[in-house]
C-alpha cells in the first residue's frame, strides 16, 4: 500500500513539473512589445475601358425561323466590327446565342423566341462608340467602364508604394512613442481591390439607341477608379 503511495506521489509530481514546466514554456514563447498595425493606399483615376453589350431579340412558330433571323442579324453587326477591331483599342466577340420555347395556355410549344448578343470592349472609346452606332441589326443594352489590366497593374503598384510608406511611417511612429529606438516587421500581408467611385450611366441606352441618328456614336460619360492597397502586419518593438 505505501509502495502504491509513494508511486502515485511520484505521478503526481512528475505530471506538476511537466504542467509548470509546458507553461513556463509558453509564456516564454508569447512574444512581447508586438503591435498589430495597418495602412492604406488609394490611387483614384478614370476609367479607361468601355464595354458595349449589343443585342437583339426574335421571335417566331420555329425554332429554325428565329435562329436564322438571330445569325442574320449577328453576321450583319460582325461584318461591320469586325474591320474596326483593334488590338487593345477595340476588341470583337459575341455574347450569349439561345432560343427557348414558347408555351400557350394550354402548356403546348407554340412559338419560339431566341436573342444574340456581341461585345464591342476596349480602351479607344471613339472607336467603341462609333462602331455600336454603325450597327443598324443589333441595340444598346448595356454599357459599363473599367480599367484595363495595364491601368490596373499600374495603379496597384502606384498605391502599394503609398500604403508601405503609410505602413513604415506608422510603425516607426508607434515604436518612438513607447519609448523605443526602433522595430523589427514580424509578418505582413498586401492586398487590394478596386473601388467604383462614380459611374454615369450612359446617356442612351437600348430604345433611344435604336432611335439615334445612323452612324452616330452612341454618347457616353466616363467615372472614375479608386485602386486600393491595404497593408497589415505586426511589428516587433526594440
Known amino acids: 500500500m505505501k509502495k ?6 511520484l505521478a503526481a509530481s512528475a505530471l ?13 514563447s508569447v512574444p512581447a512589445n508586438v503591435v498589430q498595425l495597418s495602412a492604406t493606399g488609394q490611387v483614384e ?8 453589350r449589343l ?15 438571330l445569325k442574320v442579324a449577328l453576321e450583319q453587326a460582325l461584318a461591320l466590327a469586325r474591320p474596326q477591331a483593334r488590338a487593345g ?15 400557350g395556355r394550354d402548356g403546348q410549344i407554340n412559338g419560339w423566341q431566341g436573342t444574340a448578343e456581341l461585345l464591342l470592349e476596349g480602351t479607344d472609346i471613339p472607336r467603341v462608340t462609333a462602331t455600336a452606332g454603325q450597327i443598324q441589326s443589333l441595340t444598346v443594352s448595356q454599357a459599363y467602364f473599367g480599367l484595363s489590366r495595364e491601368a490596373t497593374l499600374k495603379l496597384e503598384t502606384e ?9 513604415k511611417r506608422k510603425a516607426d511612429e508607434v515604436s518612438k512613442a513607447f519609448g523605443f529606438n526602433g ?10 481591390a478596386d473601388q467604383p467611385v462614380y459611374r454615369p450611366a450612359p446617356r442612351m441606352m437600348a430604345m433611344e439607341a435604336k432611335a ?8 457616353v460619360e466616363a467615372g472614375k477608379t479608386a485602386v486600393t492597397v491595404m497593408v497589415n502586419g505586426a511589428i516587433q518593438m526594440k
Open 4 to 9: 502504491f503511495q509513494t508511486r502515485t506521489a
Open 16 to 28: 506538476l513539473t511537466w504542467a509548470l514546466s509546458a507553461q513556463a514554456h509558453e509564456a516564454a
Open 45 to 52: 483615376v478614370a476609367q479607361d475601358m468601355l464595354t458595349m
Open 55 to 69: 443585342s437583339t431579340r426574335r421571335e417566331a412558330t420555329d425554332a429554325n425561323t428565329v435562329q436564322n433571323q
Open 89 to 103: 483599342a477595340l476588341e470583337v466577340r459575341t455574347g450569349g446565342f439561345g432560343l427557348t420555347p414558347r408555351y
Open 159 to 167: 498605391a502599394q508604394a503609398q500604403a508601405i510608406e503609410r505602413f
Open 183 to 192: 522595430y523589427s516587421v514580424r509578418e505582413v500581408s498586401v492586398s487590394s
Open 212 to 219: 439615334a441618328v445612323a452612324d452616330a456614336p452612341v454618347p
